[in-house]
């Protein structure tokens, strides 16, 4: 199976944790039916499981579990500042869905989260409650997918087209859907949104190859943006994080120069960069329970609590890759 085909597999699950308020909630219902051989055991509140003390998240990796549950607090969050906010006022995000099917070295939920274990809130309904009452006060604009892939979750939880939907009846909202999966048929029978952008992480291969384990090939993300362009759907380039492994000015030309073969620049809403960027706390837990990785051991310099590479190598990177993105792409809309 090459990696642009094994996306579409879905996780055997073989355990499903099950708070019992929500045990008869319909979205609980649809997603059972899709693990009907795993074992279901029901609990008191996610965090009883999720929240353990002594768990390995990187164990955990190798046969996560589910557990389905209900969000009762805070579910809207402001943007954090270590993101873009392409120029929206009002930039929040959320997740009604904890944790990922990807296992990225440079991902932060591993040292966010003390489980590796996927959480699905199934009261999808209280999230959207949530985004009317701020809508109320402003326009918003809401990362819907930092926290997980919700792509890459579609044939479990429909939650990308639930968020579409929810979007194409509320026109102060502009949503993002940032992500790495291939998995673009299963919103493919939707009509594309004015404030939907689709967005997906761009990476050389060298990268995929080595430090973004399960995810698609570069070729296969490239395909599926390519059919989303067709369809109409605006459509968010995202090189980042970039990574300064070796060879990387030749990497990251050669992932550019496949890009722009492939897809129009005119058809390409807006493009982000960002360089390798994650709080201390964050890498601090993940250096203690991770030694496979020579990319979390990297020297990187702490400012205002967040880990990055030395400035000189941070401008070495941006200018390079911001040289090579506006010879083809307008370099304002080019955002850093």
């Not at 997603?31 to 509140?45: C, M, N, Q, S, V």
Request: net charge positive; charged share 25%; glycine share 2%.
């Amino acid at each position: 199976m090459n990696r642009s085909k094994s996306i579409l597999f879905i996780p055997d699950f073989s355990h499903i944790y099950i708070e019992k308020r929500i045990k008869s909630h319909p979205l609980t219902d649809q997603i059972l039916h899709r693990f009907p051989g795993a074992i279901k055991i029901e609990i008191d509140h996610y965090k009883d499981i999720f929240n353990r003390p002594r768990q390995n998240f990187f164990i955990q990796k190798n046969t996560q579990k589910l557990i389905l549950a209900e969000k009762k607090d805070q579910r809207i969050y402001p943007g954090a500042e270590v993101c873009h906010d392409f120029g929206n006022k009002h930039f929040y995000y959320t997740s009604s869905i904890l944790n990922c099917i990807y296992n990225c070295d440079y991902c932060y939920l591993q040292g966010m989260f003390p489980s590796s274990n996927i959480v699905i809130f199934v009261n999808i309904e209280d999230f959207f409650s949530d985004v009317e009452a701020l809508l109320e006060k402003h326009p918003v604009y809401l990362a819907i997918s930092y926290d997980t892939d919700l792509l890459a979750f579609e044939n479990i939880v429909s939650f990308t087209s639930k968020w579409i939907n929810f979007a194409q009846n509320h026109f102060d909202l502009k949503i993002e859907v940032r992500t790495k999966s291939v998995n673009y048929s299963a919103v493919q029978h939707l009509p594309p949104s004015e404030n939907v952008i689709l967005a997906w992480t761009v990476s050389p291969d060298e990268v995929i190859k080595k430090y973004e384990p399960k995810t698609p090939s570069l070729n296969g993300r490239l395909q599926a943006i390519k059919k989303a362009m067709n369809d109409g759907w605006k459509v968010r380039l995202c090189f980042d994080p970039l990574l300064h492994i070796k060879n990387w000015r030749q990497h990251y030309k050669e992932c550019i120069d496949r890009t722009f073969v492939m897809l129009p620049p005119d058809k390409i809403e807006d493009i982000s960069i960002g360089v390798f960027r994650m709080s201390r706390e964050y890498l601090k837990n993940i250096r203690k329970n991770r030694t496979d990785s020579a990319l979390i051991y990297y020297p990187f310099e702490c400012k205002d609590g967040v880990y990055q590479y030395p400035d000189h190598i941070t401008r070495q990177l941006i200018e390079y890759v911001f040289q090579l993105l506006s010879s083809r792409f307008p370099s304002e809309k080019i955002y850093i």
